[in-house]
């Protein structure tokens, strides 16, 4: 060993011995944390279903509190919260197991036996319990597994629960694939209008570096601005980045217009109309996406994937985040914003089966936000007499321009043709290309063909096959080329004759809970001399008791060369503090590794985090040491760091972000840490509306601490004094259901006038959603069988209340000795009967429909007596 190797050894080693040291430094305990804990958003998965996109959560110490009433409603388990006084009672699956639970004084009672538990454990919020995740596997019959990098709460049922009970009665009754926590609940659509101009979301970012090399002392400074908003009645987004040391500053702007209805355009029905800075979509085996400036439309549902069995990822990214891209929870992905702000994935393959991604963004001052994408490959099938098309023209950032013209047909259940016409730039000049396809399933293998047409008389044909194997998804194709030159098969003196791909993609059982992510794929070219090209990569991917590995090994043959290289990514958190590391790495005659990250990132308090980092290259010997600090909450984002290079150069850096957008109800600016401009927003007003107007006026009185739900999910955001709340963040382009928590209603006779309202949000616009409120009542009273000349009360008759349209908008089943009840009846003209069809099937008779009038004070009404004989 070099005396200079030694001593890069000692530095890193060191330099570990302070990574290890900040790790394990003293922390507050878990009494002095609670005041400040970290804030969560998880998914929630149980089996192979997605309950939840979006459930909060608090990180206090090693701890993480999840919310028991959202949890047990999710999870179908019998307790309910009563968060004002601090407890939780109902039964765990059985009416003999009873739950019972009181902070007050820090116990839990179940069936009968009580223990104490640790009060710091334990956290009050208006909207839920929040309860320790160890203590809840404690008392339920649950395993709750918490992925932190990926914002994920995998549950594992110990005990059988209603919820997978259900979900197997939908599978036999051929509803599998079903989301399982969340089914449409049919809201009426709230139409938000495009308008001319519109105030901005607006997502800045001003950055400064000092740095200090061989040659002197260099500084430089960047703004970057991206805007979005409604501009000339359409959705418009603008990007900016200026430099003090740049020539001139980057522009983009883009102009669109979304409709998961397909109303755009007229008869031409289109989902998607844009222009303006934009990429374009590949096409296969003939051209891949390329960014510049073009107009597309598409009349393709905005869910669907980009083509029958693949799927691009691209969007916005502002300075200095990255994102990493999750398929079956296996990464798979990852990208830097370039030069104009944006990132993309390219022809992401869909298996047979489940196809699950997860975009998770990480910014640089400690930022997350995580988007989830699924995409069942028999739901890329066309609908039996559907047309689909998308139509663009392009051209790129080199002047190439390109015109892709695509079809789709269905012309059965499980049979989809397409075609189009492509004209793309090879080899200096232009080429027409025409293509053809058909898609069918039968029985459980799809199977696709594809054959491609060139004007210079080059052909390609492709065959290929997806099916699962054992819970393996397999995909093989085989493509032959005559003459054929594109994009993605360059012109060359030994062009390629045919391509044999092979896809493996599965989990590997660990542990009962456990299972291991492996995916193999291999792609053999044969060239028009014999010489063979063969690409082979495999990953395995695992998460165990809090630590994600992931290996990739890639390896290369042509000719007579091989090629292996590996990389091995691990993160773990600790405590309050998450470590990454990083090999890469070659193997073959000259095994060596090439490179060696470490990182470590500690949450503080109130939003502020520090930051080592390592990271040294071998090939060219450097290493790089950086520290910094990060502020995440509040109202703006700040950081600095500094790093230092063994070769002497020493770098200073400080950013500053602000994310603004206005809230035009309450006539103010909002301002935040997190992103705000390629995401939704809705302004929620909530009253008493006495006279039944729908509007808020003089009269009404608005309604405090009012809750919602977002697609099912519950958020915490709740109304002020003024009955207002303002709800940020709304995926975008999409249809999102936004109800009343009606748990969160303070006088249990309260009822909104319309339970919820579908909106499509847009970026950098909020929509103005109003949830007027009435006071209901109850009907009360007890029906009774004459038989005899003997009256008395007779059970399980069905009862129903009926509107002035003859609408059913209430029943109620009578109780063993005839009492009913029907609950949430607002004011109006009713009429109250027995189910005719009941009656005819038990040979009884009654006095027909009882005429009942309800007056808007909420005064109960009583002793509405029904006799039938």
């Known amino acids: 060993m070099t005396f200079a190797t030694a001593r890069r050894a000692g530095q890193l080693a060191i330099l570990i011995l302070v990574l290890l040291l900040f790790a394990h430094a003293p922390v507050l305990t878990a009494e002095e944390h609670a005041s400040e804990p970290e804030f969560l958003l998880l998914e929630v998965r149980l089996d192979q279903f997605v309950l939840s996109n979006a459930i909060p959560a608090y990180e206090v110490g090693e701890h993480t509190l999840l919310p028991l009433g959202e949890l047990a ?28 639970l009181n902070l007050g004084n820090a116990s839990v009672t179940r069936s009968g036996a009580t223990e104490t538990f640790d009060p710091a454990l334990a956290l009050t919020e208006p909207d839920d319990l929040y309860i320790a995740a160890s203590l809840l596997e404690r008392w339920l019959p649950l395993a709750l597994e918490i ?3 990926s914002l994920s709460l995998r549950v594992t049922a110990l005990e059988a629960l209603p919820l997978q009970a259900r979900l197997d009665r939908e599978r036999l009754g051929g509803r599998a694939g079903a989301r399982a926590g969340y089914e449409d609940p049919g809201y009426p659509h709230h139409r938000q209008p495009y308008r001319l101009l519109s105030l901005p979301s607006i997502d800045q970012t001003l950055a400064t570096e000092l740095r200090r090399t061989q040659d002197g002392v260099q500084s430089d400074a960047r703004y970057t601005a991206f805007v979005t908003g409604d501009l000339l009645g359409m959705e418009s987004s603008l990007y900016f980045s200026s430099r003090h040391q740049g020539r001139s500053p980057e522009v983009r702007a883009t102009f669109q217009r979304y409709d998961p209805g397909a109303n755009l355009l007229g008869p031409l029905q289109a989902r998607s109309v844009r222009f303006g800075s934009l990429s374009t979509a590949s096409v296969d085996n003939i051209t891949r996406g390329t960014r510049g400036e073009g107009v597309t439309l598409s009349n393709r549902p905005l869910t669907r994937p980009t083509s029958f069995d693949r799927q691009a990822f691209e969007g916005d990214l502002p300075p200095g985040w990255d994102v990493e891209l999750y398929y079956n929870d296996a990464l798979v992905g990852f990208a830097l914003a370039d030069a104009e702000g944006r990132y993309r994935f390219d022809d992401q393959p869909l298996s047979y089966g489940r196809n699950d991604f997860r975009l998770l963004f990480n910014g640089p001052l400690g930022q997350t936000r995580v988007e989830r994408y699924s995409f069942p490959l028999d739901q890329s099938m066309v609908r039996p007499g559907e047309f689909q098309y998308s139509v663009t023209e392009h051209r790129d950032d080199a002047g190439q321009t390109r015109s892709i013209v695509q079809f789709d047909l269905g012309l059965a259940r499980s049979l989809t043709a397409s075609a189009g016409m492509v004209r793309a730039p090879v080899s200096g000049g232009e080429t027409l290309y025409t293509n053809l396809g058909v898609r069918t399933f039968w029985q459980s293998l799809s199977i696709g063909a594809d054959v491609v047409q060139a004007s210079d008389g080059g052909s390609l044909a492709e065959l290929g096959v997806q099916t699962r194997i054992g819970g393996v998804a397999v995909d093989a194709s085989r493509a032959h080329l005559s003459d054929f030159t594109s994009e993605l098969f360059p012109s060359r003196s030994d062009p390629v004759r045919t391509r044999d791909a092979l896809r493996l993609s599965g989990s590997v059982p660990l542990t009962p809970r456990q299972r291991l992510p492996v995916t193999l794929e291999a792609a053999r070219d044969e060239r028009q001399s014999g010489v063979t090209d063969t690409h082979v990569s495999a990953r395995v991917s695992a998460y165990v008791k809090r630590t994600a590995v992931t290996n990739t090994l890639r390896w290369h043959a042509s000719g007579n060369n091989e090629h292996t290289a590996g990389s091995l990514q691990i993160s773990r958190r600790v405590r309050d503090t998450s470590w990454r590391g990083q090999v890469e790495y070659l193997l073959g005659a000259e095994s060596d590794v090439s490179s060696l990250a470490l990182a470590a990132d500690r949450y503080l308090a109130d939003g502020y985090r520090g930051t080592l980092s390592v990271a040294h290259t071998f090939v060219e010997p450097e290493t790089r040491y950086t520290a910094g600090l990060t502020k995440s909450l509040g109202s703006f ?14 770098v200073l850096g400080a950013q500053l972000f602000v994310a603004m957008g206005r809230d035009s109800r309450r006539s103010r600016w909002r301002y935040s840490a997190r992103p705000m401009a390629n995401s939704g927003a809705a302004s929620i007003r909530v009253f008493m509306d006495p006279n039944h107007s729908g509007g808020m006026n003089a009269a009404d009185a608005p309604l405090e601490s009012v809750g919602f739900t977002v697609n099912g999910s519950r958020r915490q955001v709740r109304t002020d004094a003024s009955g207002i709340a303002y709800i940020e963040h709304l995926p975008v382009n999409q249809y999102v259901d936004i109800g009343v928590d009606t748990s969160t209603l303070l006088n249990p006779q309260w009822a909104p006038e319309v339970e919820g309202m579908r909106l499509v949000p847009r970026p950098g616009s909020v929509a103005r959603l109003e949830f007027p409120m009435r006071m209901t009542t109850e009907i009360d009273g007890t029906v ?3 038989e005899d000349g003997i009256e008395r009360g007779v059970g399980d008759l069905e009862l129903q209340l009926l509107n002035d349209r003859q609408e059913t908008v209430g ?3 009578s109780s063993w000795d005839g009492f009913y009840i029907i609950s949430g009846v607002a004011a109006g003209d009713y009429g109250l009967r027995i189910s005719p069809q009941q009656l005819q099937r038990l040979n009884l008779a009654d006095a027909g429909t009882r005429e009942l009038s309800v007056s808007g004070d909420g005064a109960f009404i009583s002793g509405i007596d029904l006799m039938v004989w």
């Open 637 to 650: 984002g700040l950081g600095v760091n500094a790093s230092y290079i063994d070769t002497g150069d020493m």
């Open 147 to 149: 992925e932190r990098g």
């Open 784 to 786: 009774y069988l004459r």
């Open 73 to 100: 409603r999710l999870l179908t388990i019998a307790i309910q919260t009563q968060p004002r006084e601090g407890s939780a009672t109902g039964f765990i699956l059985s009416e003999d197991r009873g739950f019972s």
């Open 811 to 813: 029943q109620a089943t």
